[in-house]
């Protein structure tokens, strides 16, 4: 500490010196750096807080104001006066006094940039993880209003101001947008209109979950039980950040309902055990787990929920997280002198703590889901009390004790040191990820169901330095950011969680459709068979795609000629006349997969042209939408191209240049079951 104070005395010293020659020069005022060489008509016009600016060539006693007109430098006139910025940012003036008058004689803008600069890896760091942070921040006009935002989604905005808090300054007014929009029960909406609504209107019609309030719609994702605590920490976030205490008490009546209806509606809150309850999601996300327990409740039923009909269970980071919730509110009280408010979501906090450690913590780190009805028994391929999730990261900065985030912070080193083939690092939203009921949303490995997160490993890092192991804690942010340099130069929601061995080729076994078929593959049709999609132009047909035992696409297809089979080589099925609405195709086997050789007729508005329902022996069923430009594509000009699906066969007919076909993987939600049935619609 003496050698730097030394080079900075130093320093100064030099500039006097320096501005001592420029003083002989040239008398006129000057207001510049310590830290840089001036020319002698050098004038500062911005600074940052804690800038060392120095005052030459003036007469009278000097005096320097901040943005917000109050006085934090004085001192006498001399050759050259040398003062620290500080106070309230914004226009800052030096005014100087002789025995005539005061004068302003310099105004400066004073403004802060959060920013990190050794000259190298750490700077580069900073603004590699900077920009990552960035996302689609943007705004909502609503009540004759605009409300700023760094994400539309209360969960998303809450964590993302983490960091973007020293960067912008509008925190504040996506609480206010969500304050003035509470439902009257004390519900918080999980995001405000920022995209087509039309599917949030059908699905909720009946729920309340979306509703329109003056001229925007507003939607509870109905799986979710944090949106109330999420709003309560933000609220929390944003005071410490800005200290505007009298915003802060603006909010607090919106908090307190926020909480109690948690802990009041019967879709949030478990009468056995006290705790806080959603169904069955991989962490906090929204989508639960499609399995023998999900009821049909209509559209998109992964996403919706009933207080009677679905099964619910604990979620340890809803609570932790609720707790928090709790016992920053009764922080928010005790500044507000309504301390038997504070003392009562203190106690609850104190309450739920209890329960749930004595539920959930297993020695180690908090088992990811326990089921309220102690009768479900999920066959998902993985032990679940094994699971990671990653709220286990996130509550090593929520106040559940040193002992326990250690502990965490244990596991994930353990983690680190035996990591799957081609892992990018221990941060995964799960760990081990789910083998089945999750195929809808996640693939193995992908996204939530394995993969892995920088904003675990953000986390991760931050609960790590506060709970003494900083050295790990560096090695997270290290190691992200080499792979931040290795992708685009940024850091990305989700990697791959592993990248195993390619599997052994798959068997095909191919299902003749020989009973079934209606239509040609010419333009002829024969008795009782429609010629190929009912074309105008002779020759404009598939009459030379290759027939029998082919390789398309990389399966193998036993492609039925029209020639040997009265004409009838495809099944077709259409709401025309002449055709079938749906064909049911005898299978009586298992399957991983199943793969179709198909297309379509030019494509409806909507871009849906069909359905396959899998029907199971048990008379179960999982049905699956064939979108155009997903599972398949046009006879004309085909083009598509997903993980899932492709263009198996290309070429030509007498009419056009270019016709083809599409394959199609549909994986099989429970390989295990003998499939009865295929249903084409």
């Known amino acids: 500490m003496k050698s730097h104070l030394l080079f900075l005395r130093i320093s100064i010293l030099f500039f006097l010196f320096q501005f001592k020659a420029t003083l002989a020069q040239d008398p006129t005022p000057i207001l510049a750096r310590v830290s840089e060489p001036y020319p002698s008509n050098a004038s500062v016009t911005s600074a940052r807080p804690l800038d060392k600016l120095v005052l030459a060539n003036v007469n009278g006693a000097v005096t320097v104001k901040d943005g917000n007109g109050n006085v934090y430098f004085t001192a006498k006139a001399g050759s050259a006066v040398v003062f620290s910025v500080g106070g309230a940012l914004g226009k800052h003036t030096v005014f100087v006094t002789d025995r005539k008058e005061t004068k302003e004689l310099f105004s400066f803008t004073v403004d802060a940039a959060t920013r990190i600069d050794d000259g190298g890896k750490y700077s580069s760091m900073f603004d590699l993880f900077e920009r990552s942070m960035q996302t689609d921040t943007g705004s909502v006009r609503w009540n004759g209003k605009r409300f700023r935002y760094f994400v539309p989604w209360g969960l998303d905005h809450f964590h993302t101001m983490k960091g973007l808090q020293y960067f912008y300054d509008f925190g504040t007014e996506f609480v206010d947008l969500m304050r003035e929009a509470q439902r009257d029960d004390g519900m918080i909406w999980s995001f405000v209109e920022h995209m087509p609504m039309d599917y949030f209107r059908t699905r909720d019609a009946t729920t309340g979950y979306t509703e329109k309030i003056k001229d925007k719609y507003f939607v509870r994702q109905p799986t979710e039980n944090h949106p109330e605590y999420i709003f309560v920490e933000t609220i929390y976030q944003c005071w410490k950040a800005g200290g505007n205490k009298e915003w802060m008490m603006k909010n607090l009546d919106a908090a307190s309902r926020a909480l109690n209806y948690c802990v009041t509606d019967p879709a949030r809150w478990s009468e056995r055990f006290k705790l806080l309850k959603r169904v069955y999601t991989i962490d906090s996300w929204d989508f639960q787990v499609e399995d023998e327990y999900l009821p049909d409740l209509g559209m998109t039923n992964t996403m919706i929920i009933d207080p009677k009909k679905s099964k619910f269970g604990i979620f340890f980071g809803d609570n932790i997280a609720y707790i928090a919730a709790c016992r920053e509110l009764a922080e928010m009280y005790d500044v507000s002198d309504r301390r038997e408010e504070a003392d009562n979501f203190r106690m609850r906090a104190t309450e739920m703590e209890k329960r749930l450690n004595e539920l959930a913590w297993n020695g180690k780190f908090y088992t990811h889901f326990i089921e309220e009805d102690p009768k479900v028994v999920r066959k998902l391929g993985v032990d679940e009390k094994s699971q990671l999730a990653q709220s286990n990261a996130y509550v090593t900065n929520l106040g559940v004790g040193r002992d326990k985030s250690r502990s965490i912070t244990e596991t994930y080193i353990k983690l680190k040191d035996n990591l799957p083939v081609g892992s990018p690092g221990e941060w995964y939203a799960i760990y081990p990820p789910f083998e089945k009921g999750f195929e809808l949303h996640n693939a193995k490995w992908q996204y939530m169901n394995g993969g892995v997160g920088g904003h675990v490993a953000g986390e991760l890092a931050r609960g790590a330095f506060e709970n003494g192991y900083e050295q790990y804690a560096s090695d997270i942010l290290d190691r992200m950011y080499a792979l931040g340099k290795k992708y ?194």
């Open 488 to 681: 685009n130069n940024k850091i990305y929601f989700s990697y791959t969680g592993s990248i195993p061995p390619p599997p052994p080729p798959p068997q095909f076994k191919t299902i003749d459709l020989r009973a079934l078929a209606n239509m040609d593959t010419w333009d002829k049709g024969g008795k009782g068979s429609i010629p190929w999609m009912e074309v105008k132009r002779a020759g404009d047909d598939l009459r030379n795609l290759p027939t029998g035992e082919q390789v398309l696409g990389n399966i193998r297809f036993d492609v039925i000629d029209p020639v040997k089979s009265n004409r009838k080589a495809v099944v077709a099925v259409a709401k025309r006349k002449g055709y079938p609405v749906s064909v049911e195709v005898p299978v009586n086997r298992t399957a991983q997969s199943i793969y179709f050789l198909h297309t379509s007729g030019k494509p409806t508005s909507e871009n849906v042209s069909g359905s396959i329902s899998i029907v199971y022996e048990d008379n179960s069923k999982a049905t699956r939408y064939m979108i155009m430009g997903k599972q398949l594509t046009y006879w004309w000009f085909s083009q598509l191209q997903t993980t899932h699906s492709g263009i198996a066969w290309y070429g030509n007919n007498d009419i056009s240049k270019g016709i083809g076909l599409s394959w199609c993987a549909i994986d099989n939600p429970y390989p295990d079951k003998k499939i009865s049935k295929i249903i084409l619609q």
